[in-house]
């Protein structure tokens, strides 16, 4: 909304023609400016809210607009008994106008078209701080609502954390902004009830109901959108890119993004070098949704699934869930991954899943959805349901001054998982496994002086030279092609260990020293080295595959 300054009164403004505001004489303004602007309140609105205050307002215009046709037929009609003949061209056009007063207020309600109402909003510097108002009146059922005047004041969200209601007919609350030093007020709203129901997930704390608190009650949030409400809720570069700055902005611990979509190529792109950043300069640990597209391989989205600095989570749904929240008469004997969760691995061979958590919930939802909880499902469930769990390891590990790192959180969270299914493709669902706070935290007092490192794959076959315009390497092997299969092949390993940009060359870098071991959990496919003695400047092997499979 881009706002302009208008004539003052003491106690009114007025702008445009004949239009006129009511201030209140309690607001601070030394300046005596005010900004004023106004704005397309279905503009603001979810399509499911607009659809509702919409059919709403046409109950009460076509009540109103009945009440007229009743009126102007009375009129009518007592004009006929009145007036038997009517003579004289005065009664003819006193006539003429009564029966067009019916016709025209009848054929109104086929030419109804609600554009939506307009709300004004009013901008001023109260000597501190920009502070905005807005006048609702015409959202309102009754007159007298919704005044400039009776609307308590906010600034800036993130200063002060208050929020605004329109009305009593929709319900919904709104956070203002106002930027370019007061000509642009932002009027941030829902996109969907989704981002209430994620945070709801992972961070709602109810001190009277424990029952209805999320999965690390109280836990700050920075609430970043980068769904546009003009494309339907789709993300955009600009908003993913402002939330990372935010997060950072703010020293966030943790970053939950139930957010994504299907790539053509994985790890990588702009936002993924900015997410790298995040992760390996300031040590942000980055949680996301890895896609609801199962049950085929290969469907894990992005950025989730497919960006190795981002802990991809599975949904996973147990007994308990299926009866209670499905209202299954016959819920599985054991837990199990959905079945629209996306399964991996990426295209370029990386696993995809990195770990599972709940993927349903009975959790918050905005007012305007006029319920207080709502049952969802998706990984955009299990993600933040992951987010609070992880929030639970950090802040013991705080509490205990054991150093935090991505590398090492992730670290504990795989490790510990506990494996759904026995087979070793089950991996490709459900990732390492259901995660476990406590047996997380346990690992992580264990191991707090082990170095924090993540280790880069890049796999590349023996023999092929790439493109300059291409790469042949990849994270991992993925053969899914039978033709592929009819003969042995031979690829080049290479492993780098990879530490913060912060790491110190002296006591980190250069002690660096680890033998690993390497298993095959199909020897008569998959051949390696037993092991392999890694430092920081990273190692490479070969290892190959048998055609005999």
């Known amino acids: 909304m881009f706002l302009s300054v208008c004539n003052i009164n003491t106690s009114y403004i007025y702008y445009f023609v004949g239009a006129s505001l009511v201030i209140n004489s309690s607001w601070k303004n030394p300046s005596g400016q005010w900004h004023v602007g106004c704005k397309l309140v279905y503009e603001l609105f979810t399509d499911t809210l607009t659809s509702r205050v919409k059919k709403e307002r046409k109950r009460r215009w076509d009540e109103e607009n009945q009440e007229a046709i009743a009126e102007a037929v009375k009129q009518l009609d007592q004009f006929d008994k009145k007036h038997t003949k009517v003579e004289g061209a005065h009664l003819k056009m006193v006539r003429e106008d009564l029966q067009n007063r019916v016709d025209l207020l009848r054929k109104q309600a086929d030419s109804y078209d609600d554009k939506g109402p307009v709300i004004d909003a009013v901008v001023w510097h109260d000597g501190e701080l920009w502070r905005a108002a807005l006048d609702t009146q015409s959202l309102e059922d009754e007159s007298g609502c919704g005044k400039l005047a009776d609307f308590v004041p906010l600034t800036n969200y993130r200063l002060e954390q208050k929020h605004g209601v329109f009305s009593k007919l929709d319900a919904c609350t709104c956070v203002l902004n106002v930027y370019n030093e007061r000509n642009i007020l932002s009027i941030v709203t829902d996109s969907s009830p989704h981002a209430t129901h994620v945070a709801g997930i992972a961070a709602a704390f109810h001190p009277e109901e424990p029952l209805l608190n999320g999965v690390a009650p109280g836990a700050q949030i920075v609430s970043c959108k980068i769904g546009d409400s003009r494309l339907g809720s789709m993300e955009t570069g600009t ?89 299954l008469v016959e819920p599985p004997t054991e837990g199990l991954e959905y079945t629209w969760s996306s399964r991996g691995p990426t295209v370029d061979g990386d696993l995809g899943v990195s770990i599972s958590a709940p993927g349903g919930a009975v959790a918050p939802v905005p007012t305007w959805t006029l319920q207080r909880r709502m049952l969802m499902n998706g990984t955009s469930m299990s993600s933040p ?3 609070g769990g992880v929030a639970l390891i950090v802040s013991a590990m705080k509490a205990e001054g054991i150093p935090v790192s991505p590398y090492t959180v992730r670290k504990a969270l795989e490790n510990t998982s506990i494996p759904i299914g026995a087979l070793p493709e089950e991996k490709l669902t459900a990732g390492q496994g259901v995660m476990q706070v406590d047996k997380a935290y346990d690992y992580m007092q264990k191991v707090q002086n082990l170095p924090c490192v993540w280790y880069q794959v890049k796999i590349k076959q023996a023999g092929i030279t790439s493109k300059p315009t291409s790469s042949a390497t990849s994270r991992g092997i993925y053969l899914r092609e039978p033709l592929y299969c009819h003969q042995s092949t031979e690829w080049t390993v290479e492993i780098a260990p990879k530490f913060h940009e912060d790491a110190n060359n002296l006591d980190q870098l250069v002690p660096f020293e680890e033998c690993i071991e390497l298993h095959s959990t199909g020897e008569a496919v998959v051949r390696a080295p037993d092991y392999l003695l890694l430092t920081h400047n990273g190692r490479s092997f070969r290892n190959s595959l048998r055609a005999s499979w």
């Not at 703010?250 to 970053?255: N, R």
């Not at 790890?267 to 949680?287: S, T």
């Not at 989570?313 to 499905?326: E, I, K, L, Q, R």
């Open 385 to 387: 349901s992951a987010c």
């Open 239 to 327: 908003g993913l890119t402002r939330a990372l700055i935010a997060a950072v902005e703010h020293k966030c611990d943790l970053i939950n993004m139930s957010y994504g979509e299907p790539t053509l190529l994985p790890d990588y792109g702009r936002f993924v070098d900015l997410v790298n950043e995040v992760v390996n300069k300031h040590r942000l640990i980055f949680v996301s949704s890895a896609g609801n597209n199962g049950p085929a391989l290969t469907t894990v989205g992005a950025p989730g699934g497919t960006s190795s600095s981002i802990i991809g989570v599975g949904a996973y749904v147990s007994p308990a869930m299926a009866a209670g929240a499905h209202l």
